[in-house]
């Protein structure tokens, strides 16, 4: 494994959120996407295209904290305890099928492995505890996608 990162979930206010957080730990953002720059957010509902599709800080050198505006349906409940994965940076694809393997084996799979838009190999899977994981691989410029 390269890194374990934090990933928060936001009801619409992960910008204030890491506002905040960048007045805490210093630093720079080191992403901010907003739904409307991803394929098809141009469909959307004008007020989920402002919402924070990603967004990135390091809060040490080896630690990213991301987050996102998560777009609700009428009866989800976002609240602390459900509000986060814990995200896995792994080495390679072979490592990143693993221990999505082993993770969501007699769990729940979210979002399957798959090669990503944004230039990586992610899938979500919330382990038989009820923890919530992201496994990614972000491929070079030189690897296919």
């Known amino acids: 494994m390269q890194n374990i990162d934090i990933y928060l979930h936001f009801n619409g206010n992960s910008e204030q959120a890491f506002s905040f957080y960048r007045s805490v730990f210093g630093g720079e953002f080191i992403a901010a996407q907003r739904y409307r720059d991803m394929p098809g957010g141009d469909k959307m509902k004008a007020e989920d295209q402002e919402k924070m599709m990603h967004i990135a800080m390091n809060i040490t050198p080896h630690t990213t904290l991301m987050g996102t505006d998560m777009l ?38 979210e979002m399957p492995m798959n090669k990503t838009f944004w230039g990586a190999y992610f899938g979500m899977c919330q382990d038989k505890f009820g923890l919530f994981w992201m496994i990614n691989f972000t491929f070079t410029q030189t690897q296919k996608i």
Request: proline share 0%.
């Open 72 to 109: 609700l349906k009428k009866d989800d409940d976002l609240k602390v305890g459900n509000n986060f994965h814990i995200c896995i940076q792994a080495e390679d694809e072979k490592e990143a099928n693993k221990l999505f393997q082993a993770l969501s084996e007699d769990g729940k799979i």
